[in-house]
């Protein structure tokens, strides 16, 4: 890709950002997460030759398309601080219960020389024995306290991930990680959709998807510290829910602040315009992390208008109406 390119190339997320694109419920929705530490540079060939994604890519397919468990494979760029010479990390994360607060996080640092087969016999796991988790305690790691945030900066698929994700990368990881004594480690991932709103991110354990993200809001979406209403315009949505629910609970998130981070929670859709997908009843689920409190949100999701949008980057990339939703009302049931 040339620099010309890049200089004069009509970027996806700008045009998304100029015209006001929405990005809530543009979340991939998923039960499992599986990142994977792997070398630059991931070109369509190298990907294609590596031994590891030749047997992974098509089992996850399968898990996907013909079991029906969702799963989403990640690629993490090593890093010089955390990755080890030799060995590779893997972090898996699961949903735990139907309600959740977090996804249950498991950490290993496998040698090279395994980890095609560690990766293919927890995917075994998965179909066969969902509930279960591999053991293999001599690659275990005790990360369950680290926070794992995830910036798309994969030129390959789009342009813009590079060209807008990697200065939020470098942000968060020069100045909020090596802030947080361990607690926070930021990476470099692979695409995860969605890139007409980069720069993009995944946080994990929480599940949160964010995207258009500008430096300003970094600190607030790290350190918790003033009104979440300030994130309102950053929210992709939940990957605990789907499409419709995901813009329910964002609004539900902005009315109870913080503590809704860690309410368990689960959504339903309880009837829909699955044609035209112009309206949806939600219903979402919560508990406090206790139990000593049990209710529930319902309310309806409406198109609220369109605006035109990019898809991807390029010159010649057609633009496209999209349409952008509304919560018209919210009612709390108990």
């Known amino acids: 890709m040339t620099q010309d390119f890049v200089n004069n190339c009509r970027f996806c997320c700008v045009v998304s950002k100029a015209n006001g694109e929405d990005p809530i419920g543009s979340a991939p929705t998923y039960e499992h997460w599986l990142a994977l530490e792997m070398k630059l540079p991931w070109t369509e060939?190298?990907?294609?030759?590596n031994p590891v994604l030749q047997s992974a890519i098509p089992f996850i397919e399968k898990l996907n398309?013909?079991?029906g468990i969702k799963i989403r494979g990640q690629l993490l760029v090593p890093d010089s601080e955390y990755s080890r010479p030799g060995y590779t990390r893997l972090l898996y994360y699961r949903q735990p219960a139907k309600l959740f607060a977090k996804y249950e996080k498991h950490e290993f640092i496998i040698p090279d020389s395994e980890v095609g087969s560690f990766v293919m016999a927890l995917l075994e796991t998965l179909l066969h024995m969902p509930k279960e988790v591999p053991e293999w305690e001599q690659y275990r790691q005790q990360s369950r306290h680290i926070r794992e945030l995830m910036v798309c900066t994969?030129?390959?698929v789009d342009v813009a991930c590079a060209r807008f994700g990697y200065?939020?990368?470098?942000?968060?990881?020069s100045k909020f990680a090596t802030a947080s004594h361990g607690k926070l480690r930021v990476w470099r991932c692979s695409h995860f959709g969605g890139h007409q709103f980069a720069p993009t991110l995944i946080d994990l354990p929480y599940g949160h998807c964010w995207g258009h993200l500008q430096p300003e809001i970094l600190e607030l979406l790290v350190c918790h510290n003033s009104s979440v209403?300030?994130?309102y315009p950053f929210y992709r949505g939940w990957a605990g829910l789907s499409k419709f629910e995901q813009i329910v609970e964002r609004e539900i998130w902005m009315q109870e602040g913080w503590d809704w981070l860690n309410y368990h929670k689960s959504g339903q859709v309880l009837a829909s315009d699955e044609v035209n997908q112009d309206w949806a009843l939600i219903r979402i689920d919560f508990s406090t992390t206790d139990g000593s409190m049990r209710s529930a949100y319902e309310t309806r999701v409406e198109v609220s208008g369109s605006v035109i949008t990019a898809l991807d980057s390029g010159n010649e990339q057609p633009l496209e109406e999209v349409k952008q939703?509304?919560?018209s009302r919210l009612l709390k049931v108990t």
């Open 154 to 156: 994969d030129g390959n």
């Open 229 to 231: 209403t300030g994130l």
């Open 167 to 173: 200065p939020i990368y470098h942000k968060l990881r």
């Open 65 to 67: 398309f013909e079991h």
């Open 325 to 327: 939703y509304r919560v």
């Open 45 to 49: 060939k190298c990907l294609r030759e």
